[in-house]
């Protein structure tokens, strides 16, 4: 089992910066990836980022690649995700999400990942 707590919400003016935390616990040395996806209301849930664990690989959404960045510490068992430049249309609740296994473009998809976080409220004014 793994669990995921997601943190760093909060309201933001447009252009401005978020950095949201993913903290694991459990087996995280089995880990092959976390994620994070964001859902806007009536929207589905969509793929922003992930990571694999142990390699570092990273993998972004066309929607926010040059302004987001992933990484992870592996001995804090956490994964940032710093957000700039954000637009009203990254308002969503942002999830991450892990996957024991997997491998290349699998962390695209939301069905891949076996557990979730609560999701952490970001919203962005205009």
């Known amino acids: 089992q793994v669990q995921l707590v997601e943190s760093g919400g909060g309201l933001v003016q447009t252009g401005g910066s978020l950095r949201l935390s993913c903290a694991a616990s459990?087996?995280?040395?089995?880990?092959?990836?976390i994620g994070w996806f964001r859902q806007a209301p009536g929207k589905e849930r969509e793929f922003v980022a992930a990571i694999t664990w142990v390699g570092g690989t990273t993998y972004s959404a066309a929607a926010v690649k040059g302004r987001i960045t992933i990484s992870r510490d592996i001995a804090n068992s956490t994964v940032a995700l710093q957000m700039n430049s954000l637009k009203p249309e990254d308002t969503a609740v942002y999830y991450c999400a892990g996957t024991l296994s997997g491998y290349g473009s699998t962390v695209y998809s939301r069905r891949e990942y076996r557990y979730w976080g609560q999701g952490t409220q970001v919203t962005v004014s205009s």
């Open positions: 459990g087996r995280t040395s089995s880990m092959y990836a």
